[in-house]
């Protein structure tokens, strides 16, 4: 790393952590600026854990954070002051490069985002970790959002505990419902940011998934937990659309590519790193979920919910997050869940039927017939085949927006050659231990068929 810092770059500073309070600072500086984010953390953890692999965990953490903070300017140069290893480094250039490429295009910057580093590589990585004397192991440590896909993990996995960033009632929700313990972490970014941003710094989606895997390699380093399992699908390697021949992909840090480079990092501090339904798609998920009536009643997967104009009220004013069945994430999710549940079902777990809402056409409609949406959706392909099987069926054939859109999705199934039977069966690429790909078997095995 040079001693002169550019006055438009972007530095990676340092970073601690207050074993008394569990509170962790990552300090990042540009254009005269100093920003410091803080992530709290559960003190039971803090004891026992080697400080080498902590140490380790934590400039993985302050690397993807930083994402964030550089997307103010985004002057293409970053400078990290602590040494990184070769395996931290390729994280970071893929987070800030490709995991910023959906900011990039609305932004109306280059695309691909081209970022120059400025940093010092070192050898030095922890001891290796001597697991033979343990027997008391915590078991795995699975992120959740709420949604379809960390439940079906949540039933796979065992012996798991649940991590969420800033938890909400999603999240407790599912945890609770799959009985497994949850873990929280508060996220707080520095207020400057936001001021920042009004005072017209650039804004837009940042890699969200690699954040949080750096703090849950964080925590799974400081608790004793592994493997770390996510539950990202092979959607995630499609990519959202091209500009100029190259992919803009909303969710790359959720994709195989990205997993695999992720992986080699937390490999460095004794932790496994995968996704358990790398194999499957939306609708194989949606199907091993539809089956489980007690769990599926509570996922959310509504980013709008987040919102106070989404949420709904219990008895004595309590907040409570619902779907709002207007965003693509929730039409997307309940076309996918009406595949395989009657209409009856599906209301009662959605609160809604937004198939009988013709204004919702176009939102349907985007899902496969132009570019997608820049949201966690599935597959163009997958979208079509799911509303052409629909308008195929007795029990949603004949509610307005399948009538309307019927015809159209099956004439571009058609020429994707694309079903629903066809997208069930798991394929391609993936790095699940056996065990654990045995049990996610014996989940599906058990999962519901389309209704007809």
């Known amino acids: 790393m040079s001693d002169h810092v550019a006055d438009d770059a972007f530095v990676v500073a340092d970073r601690s952590l207050d074993l008394a309070t569990g509170e962790a600072a990552f300090t990042y500086r540009l254009a005269g600026d100093e920003f410091t984010e803080r992530l709290t953390l559960d003190t039971d953890l803090l004891p026992g854990a080697d400080p080498a692999r902590v140490d380790a965990a934590l400039d993985l953490v302050h690397l993807v954070m930083g994402t964030s903070y550089y997307k103010l300017r985004a002057a293409g140069r970053v400078v990290v002051q602590r040494p990184v290893t070769k395996a931290q480094a390729a994280v970071a250039e893929a987070a800030y490069t490709h995991g910023l490429g959906e900011f990039a295009a609305v932004n109306r910057l280059p695309v691909p985002h081209e970022v120059a580093f400025d940093l010092e590589l070192t050898d030095e990585r922890p001891a290796p970790v001597d697991r033979g004397g343990q027997r008391d192991e915590p078991g795995a440590l699975l992120p959740v959002g709420g949604g379809k896909d960390s439940a079906l993990a949540l039933v796979v996995v065992q012996p798991a505990t649940a991590l969420a960033v800033n938890p909400t009632d999603a999240q407790r929700d599912v945890a609770r419902s799959a009985g497994v313990p949850l873990i929280g972490v508060r996220r707080r970014l520095d207020p400057l940011l936001a001021e920042r941003t009004r005072a017209g710094g650039l804004n837009g989606h940042v890699p969200v998934t690699a954040i949080n895997s750096g703090v849950a390699t964080l925590v799974a380093v400081l608790g004793g937990f592994d493997p770390v399992v996510f539950a990202n699908e092979r959607s995630a390697d499609e990519e959202t659309l091209s500009v100029n021949g190259a992919r803009v992909n909303h969710q790359y840090s959720k994709s195989y590519e990205f997993e695999r480079l992720f992986a080699a990092a937390a490999a460095e501090v004794g932790v496994t790193y995968f996704s358990l339904t790398r194999q499957l798609s939306e ?3 949606v199907a091993a979920v539809a089956n489980l009536p007690e769990l599926r009643g509570e996922i959310l997967s509504c980013n709008r919910s987040y919102t106070q104009a989404h949420m709904g009220f219990r008895d004595g004013g309590e907040a409570v997050q619902r779907w709002c069945l207007h965003c693509d994430k929730c039409l ?3 076309l996918c869940f009406a595949v395989f ?18 204004s919702l056409v176009d939102g349907f409609r985007r899902l496969w017939a132009t570019e997608k949406p820049f949201d966690c959706v599935g597959e163009r392909a997958e979208s079509a085949a799911a509303m052409a099987h629909l308008a195929g069926s007795a029990a949603w054939g004949d509610h307005p927006v399948v009538r309307a859109l019927g015809d159209e999705a099956a004439s571009f199934a058609r020429v994707t050659g694309a079903t629903v039977e066809g997208f069930l069966p798991p394929r391609g690429e993936h790095s699940v231990p056996d065990r654990y790909l045995a049990s996610l078997r014996r989940v599906l095995a058990e999962a519901r068929p389309p209704v007809t």
């Open 283 to 285: 609708l194989a998920t």
């Open 332 to 334: 997307f999710t309940f």
């Open 341 to 358: 549940l009657t209409p009856e079902e599906a209301r009662e777990m959605f609160g809604g039927d937004p198939l009988r809402d013709l």
